[in-house]
């Protein structure tokens, strides 16, 4: 019987879960784990483990490059099926093409999947490390409908529309870090290089009269980083290490989550990101023709949000329960009346999926308005703030210029 790897969130203590369950399909699967009240999250072929996904963690680089790879494929696959060309044909058109080596590996093995019998949607579920549950789960739902040209199409939209929208918020908060990292640089080359040099010179000057006090709390902090500076350089690296596995881990992501939609500014941006990308994939799926509760298993994992994924859970478990989606998302109190409003619109037409997509564009819109708002906002701060601290460095090494003068004179 076949073997599934899992990551999943225990009901009882909102633990992160994982390990290795038998079932002769996927859907089996996700119903053996919830009779273990499990929530899963992942679920995939036990050789998803193989070479392909350890190749994949061992170059984390070039991510960007095969996500463009994955669209580029689902575009094209989409427009050979339309002009009628088989499956493993088309699959085998594009081996040949000029890819990287391990893209072609790659379609190599899914077209001798189909041919040793394998359906499509399996095959690409043994790539989990390039395609995940949302594309296996919309390939399937289009072999089953007999549309799978339609699905690709559909897929490849929507995986546009998703890096668009990754780029757009990764380009909102670039800027800030590296203005924050290039302002710290110029600050401890001033303490560790430039005030040294002028203590020496402002002790001949004054010839044993005291130092303003701002100069020599200048010249404190100065001595701090000339003595301790490999010290505070390890603390602030063994530091940012510990946050960043904390941040791996369930509780810890979740508490940075939380932390990210508490803030001003910032925490809206990310929230119209998560119900962006929770919109556009449970309409893709739904659209494709997946069961609701597949889809939103699937949906709030893309959300990018443990908090969000949270409140999309129980949710989920509501809907099971019978009642209709808008309803546990209005009762949470985290998601805009916009939203909610929209998606019981729908509901009650009988268009959710049509409805879902219009929720994706406008909080796409929303996302890019958010962005520029952030970016407005922090750049004059960020000014602001170098200004401030190198004025506080040039003021204190000009004062006991100053205090010469008036000595000389």
């Not at 073997?3 to 203590?13: C, G, H, L, P, T």
């Not at 079932?23 to 929530?39: D, F, S, T, V, W």
């Not at 308005?369 to 090494?397: H, K, N, Q, S, Y």
Request: proline share 5%; with cysteine.
């Amino acid at each position: 019987m076949p073997i599934f790897r899992y990551r999943a969130i225990e009901d009882s203590s909102g633990r992160e879960r994982s390990g290795e369950v038998e079932a002769p399909q996927r859907e089996q699967a996700i119903l053996k784990l919830r009779a273990r009240r499990l929530h899963p999250f992942e679920v995939e072929p036990a050789r998803a483990g193989g070479r392909w996904t350890a190749r994949w963690s061992g170059a984390r680089w070039l991510r960007p490059a095969w996500r463009r790879e994955r669209l580029h494929f689902t575009r094209q696959a989409a427009a050979l099926l339309r002009a009628g060309v088989p499956l493993i044909t088309a699959l085998e058109l594009m081996a040949r093409q000029d890819h990287a080596s391990g893209w072609r590996e790659l379609l190599s093995r899914l077209a001798e999947s189909l041919r040793n019998g394998r359906s499509f949607s399996t095959a690409l579920g043994e790539e989990a490390g390039v395609f995940d549950q949302r594309d296996v789960s919309m390939i399937r739902a289009g072999e089953v409908a007999g549309r799978l040209d339609q699905c690709l199409d559909r897929l490849a939209a929507l995986q546009e529309k998703a890096e668009k929208l990754q780029r757009r918020v990764q380009a909102a908060t670039l800027y800030p870090a590296v203005v924050t990292v290039v302002a710290v640089g110029i600050m401890v080359a001033l303490m560790v290089f430039v005030i040294p040099r002028f203590e020496a010179v402002f002790a001949g000057l004054l010839q044993g009269q005291s130092l303003p006090a701002l100069t020599r709390a200048v010249i404190g902090v100065a001595r701090f980083f000339q003595d301790h500076g490999g010290a505070v350089a390890v603390a602030a690296g063994g530091l940012a290490m510990a946050a960043n596995l904390a941040r791996r881990t369930p509780r810890g992501r979740l508490g940075w989550d939380c932390a990210l939609l508490g803030l001003p500014v910032v925490g809206d941006l990310c929230l119209k990101a998560a119900i962006a990308r929770f919109a556009r994939t449970l309409g893709a799926l739904l659209s494709a023709g997946v069961p609701i509760l597949s889809a939103l298993d699937i949906a709030q994992a893309a959300t990018g949000n443990q908090r969000v994924a949270a409140v999309l859970r129980k949710a989920r478990d509501r809907v099971e329960a019978g009642e209709p989606l808008s309803a546990p998302l209005l009762a949470a109190g985290l998601f805009p009346p916009l939203m909610t409003g929209l998606i019981q619109v729908g509901e009650e037409t009988g268009g959710l999926p049509e409805m879902l997509d219009h929720v994706a564009d406008a909080y796409d819109t929303e996302v890019d308005r958010a962005a520029d708002t952030f970016t407005a906002l922090l750049e004059p701060a960020l000014i602001v703030g170098m200004a401030g601290a190198v004025g506080t460095v040039v003021a204190a090494l000009f004062l006991p210029i100053v205090k010469v003068i008036q000595t000389m004179g």
